[in-house]
């Protein structure tokens, strides 16, 4: 028969949601005993739980049985198991994805001050308003052009230029990390979901650094 349990103290056998087992856990003692699967999309949980089949003989009231299962309610356990590890797998995959396209975007501005990086779209703002018109209002720009001796169209021609390589390069990363998260969204097994390549593994494959500069 089919069957739902638990663990039970190996000395005691009392249910391990009755009390700790101090002697260990083990399964029930029941005869024919074979798990075939538990809850694993929950663990680390206080209490396992765990599937599996039995004798039809044997004695359903065993400490440790939760219930007796038709087949019908022990294939849609096993489906809604199979579907919570899928969904809990492809989440886990996503979020160490993102944590790496973060690191990796991140060093592309490690060497700059947070303050100036913070700065970069009035750079480019207005850079490109120089573009337009070399008459135009640059307060940010001039000063910068001031303190390093620079003439402020040559400082913008620069800004624009960085900034079209910074935009490359993150935006290379961020369609890889995109790239990712689709192939883990079209995976129906969590064998599937191992086989799609890292952040790093994609990045290796196209050649790409983390070496681009960025505005000023």
């Not at 005691?12 to 999309?41: C, D, I, K, M, R």
Request: charged residues 15%; contains cysteine.
């Amino acid at each position: 028969m089919f069957i739902q349990f638990i663990h039970v103290d190996a000395t005691t056998a009392q249910p391990v949601n009755q009390a700790p087992a101090a002697g260990g856990p083990v399964f029930p003692a029941l005869p024919g005993l074979q798990v075939a699967f538990a809850n694993e999309s929950a663990w680390p949980c206080e209490l396992p739980l765990f599937w599996g089949e039995c004798a039809d003989d044997a004695d359903a009231t065993t400490p440790g049985v939760l219930a007796v299962l038709t087949p019908e309610q022990f294939e849609q356990a096993q489906a809604q198991e199979m579907a919570a590890r899928l969904a809990r797998a492809k989440a886990d995959a996503l979020k160490h994805c993102n944590a790496q396209c973060n690191e990796a975007i991140g060093q592309l501005v490690a060497d700059y001050p947070e303050r100036e990086v913070q700065s970069w779209p009035q750079q480019v703002s207005e850079a490109t308003a120089l573009q337009s018109d070399p008459e135009t209002q640059a307060t940010l720009l001039d000063m910068i052009a001031a303190q390093r001796g620079v003439p402020r169209q040559e400082l913008a021609a620069r800004v624009l230029q960085k900034a079209t390589l910074f935009a490359a390069a993150s935006g290379q990363l961020i369609g890889m990390r995109q790239r990712i998260e689709d192939l883990l969204d079209a995976a129906a097994t969590v064998a599937e979901v191992f086989q799609v390549p890292t952040l790093p593994q994609l990045m290796a494959q196209e050649g790409q650094g983390t070496d681009a500069t960025a505005p000023t």
